[in-house]
């Protein structure tokens, strides 16, 4: 038989020979043609959409149809699409990506097929990239009624993880396309609240979005559950994995346990596929998160360490760096150890006037927090040197007034600016600084906000530079700040 190809046709041939009878439907002629997918998004001018525009076409009784051309046009405001023709799949789908143009406002993209007289149209809007001179709250989104606390987030692709607590986690788009959000704009794409694994309560903290680069998978979010402790001798509360294949239904598949202890904290060597957990009075845990995942993952816990040793050791956060994985210890200091042994390289017995909190290294210096009250208000941010060989020594400490607590601390992708969230006392918000000397960084600007912001999260979408911030304990929301301006 030669293969022709047409629509509304059924072709068949029976032979005389034979008792087979072979039959090929071929799909009808298009009769509708739809937008399907973000209509209207709103970017930066001059940037390309991180999501396709997309048609489905479809026949007069609702089926796709595929092999039908699709032309795509810009109709108003300028920019470009790519390709410009392109052809439905199995599922009746066209795409195209859109280059926004330099106009700001509304532009406009058309989506035509040649047998239809109805043409498909997008209206996506150009926003300007004008610099801010200061820190500018962008938009702010609460907790759901009822829930208590908003503690953590995590940004990547242009998803943002909210961590709220009883409320559990929350994924909006931020800019990453598949909802039409973006920060001024935060569109919720699922949420999910874990299970309470033996504690009263969900207590949703923080969180990790697992790239596999062995795998290629974008499979796992971890996160961290806090359940009710004491600082410096009780914790509680399991790491959660949930699958996130769909990120639009969440599904949570395995835990890992320790205990006697709650984790806090934790940081990824993606590459080794290793996860480092802060576990409080447990100390420092390391786990293998290769290969699937599910159920209790407990037996991956590769080795552990007190860094201050027993009674001495309550470890709020790690971060791996240069070849050497931090720990700040409420209790005992700021930590440099192997990530390989977890055996100790340096550091301990350095901060004993105060509670650590948070810490962030770039290149050869690290900066620390400071939590509540000890011999000292929690109000400095510790600035380390960093050795040969990792270990740290105190360069100075950076004292912000008027506060009780300095929660997270952060640095720019690119090195230039730190960034700090204070909590308690009138200077409570959001604080920036110039990182041109990284010894001595030098304020640039400050936000202050009610109730003050209890962690930070820098990340870069469509070119600019924003901090998302969880403003806690009384005001439970998600707050997105633009730093763009500062940043030299």
């Given amino acids: 038989m030669q293969a022709r190809q047409s629509f509304g046709a059924i072709l068949a041939i029976v032979s005389a020979s034979c008792t087979t009878a072979t039959t090929t439907v071929v799909a009808s002629p298009p009769a509708a043609l739809m937008a399907v997918g973000c209509t209207n998004p709103s970017y930066p001018i001059n940037s390309a959409l991180p999501a396709q525009f997309a048609v489905k076409v479809t026949d007069s009784a609702g089926a796709p149809v595929a092999g039908v051309q699709v032309a795509w046009s810009v109709v108003s405001g300028g920019g470009s699409v790519a390709p410009a023709t392109s052809t439905t ?24 097929v040649t047998a239809l007289a109805t043409f498909a149209t997008f209206a996506p809007i150009g926003t300007s990239l004008a610099p801010v001179s200061a820190i500018t709250l962008v938009s702010s989104t609460p907790t759901p009624t009822g829930a208590t606390y908003a503690h953590d987030s995590y940004v990547r692709d242009g998803l943002a993880f909210a961590f709220m607590w009883n409320a559990g986690v929350r994924i909006y788009d931020v800019g990453n396309g598949m909802a039409c959000g973006s920060a001024a704009n935060p569109v919720l794409v699922s949420s999910l609240i874990t299970n309470l694994n033996g504690v009263s309560f969900a207590g949703v903290h923080n969180g990790w979005w697992f790239h596999n680069p062995v795998s290629g998978q974008n499979k796992y979010l971890f996160i961290g559950q806090e359940g009710p402790g004491s600082v410096g001798s009780s914790s509680s509360g399991d790491i959660h994995i949930v699958d996130v294949s769909n990120l639009a239904s969440p599904v949570e598949v395995g835990f890992i346990h320790v205990a006697g202890a709650g984790v806090h904290n934790f940081w990824m060597d993606e590459a080794n596929q290793v996860l480092y957990a802060a576990y409080y009075n447990a100390g420092v845990v390391k786990i293998d998160v290769s290969g699937t995942l599910s159920g209790d993952m407990s037996s991956r816990i590769m080795t552990q360490v007190k860094p201050g040793g027993s009674g001495n050791t309550y470890i709020w956060g790690v971060m791996l760096a240069n070849g050497t994985l931090y720990a700040t210890d409420m209790l005992s200091g700021f930590w440099a150890l192997d990530p390989v042994t977890l055996a100790t390289k340096g550091g301990g017995g350095n901060v004993p006037e105060r509670y650590g909190s948070d810490q962030w290294v770039a ?12 011999a000292t208000r929690g109000n400095a941010i510790k600035i380390w040197a960093l ?31 730190l960034i700090a969230t204070a909590e308690g006392g009138t200077g409570q918000g959001l604080y920036v600084y110039n990182r041109t000397n990284p010894a001595k960084p030098v304020l640039v600007a400050s936000y202050f906000t009610t109730q003050g912001e209890h962690t930070g999260e820098v990340a870069v979408i469509n070119g600019r530079t924003y901090v998302f911030c969880s403003r806690d304990p009384n005001v439970q929301q998600l707050d997105i700040f633009d730093i763009t301006g500062l940043v030299p």
């Avoid at 290149?363 to 000890?374: D, F, N």
């Avoid at 004292?399 to 952060?410: E, H, L, M, R």
Wanted: net charge neutral; charged share 10%.
């Fill in 363 to 374: 290149g050869q210096y690290g900066y620390s927090g400071t939590w509540g009250t000890r």
């Fill in 387 to 417: 050795g040969a060989n990792g270990a740290p020594t105190l360069a100075d400490s950076l004292i912000i007034a008027n506060i009780t607590t300095v929660s997270d601390v952060a640095v720019t992708a690119d090195g230039k600016m």
């Fill in 89 to 112: 799949d199995s599922t009746g789908r066209a795409t195209t990506t859109f280059t926004l143009g330099s106009v700001v406002g509304a532009q406009a993209v058309r989506a035509t």
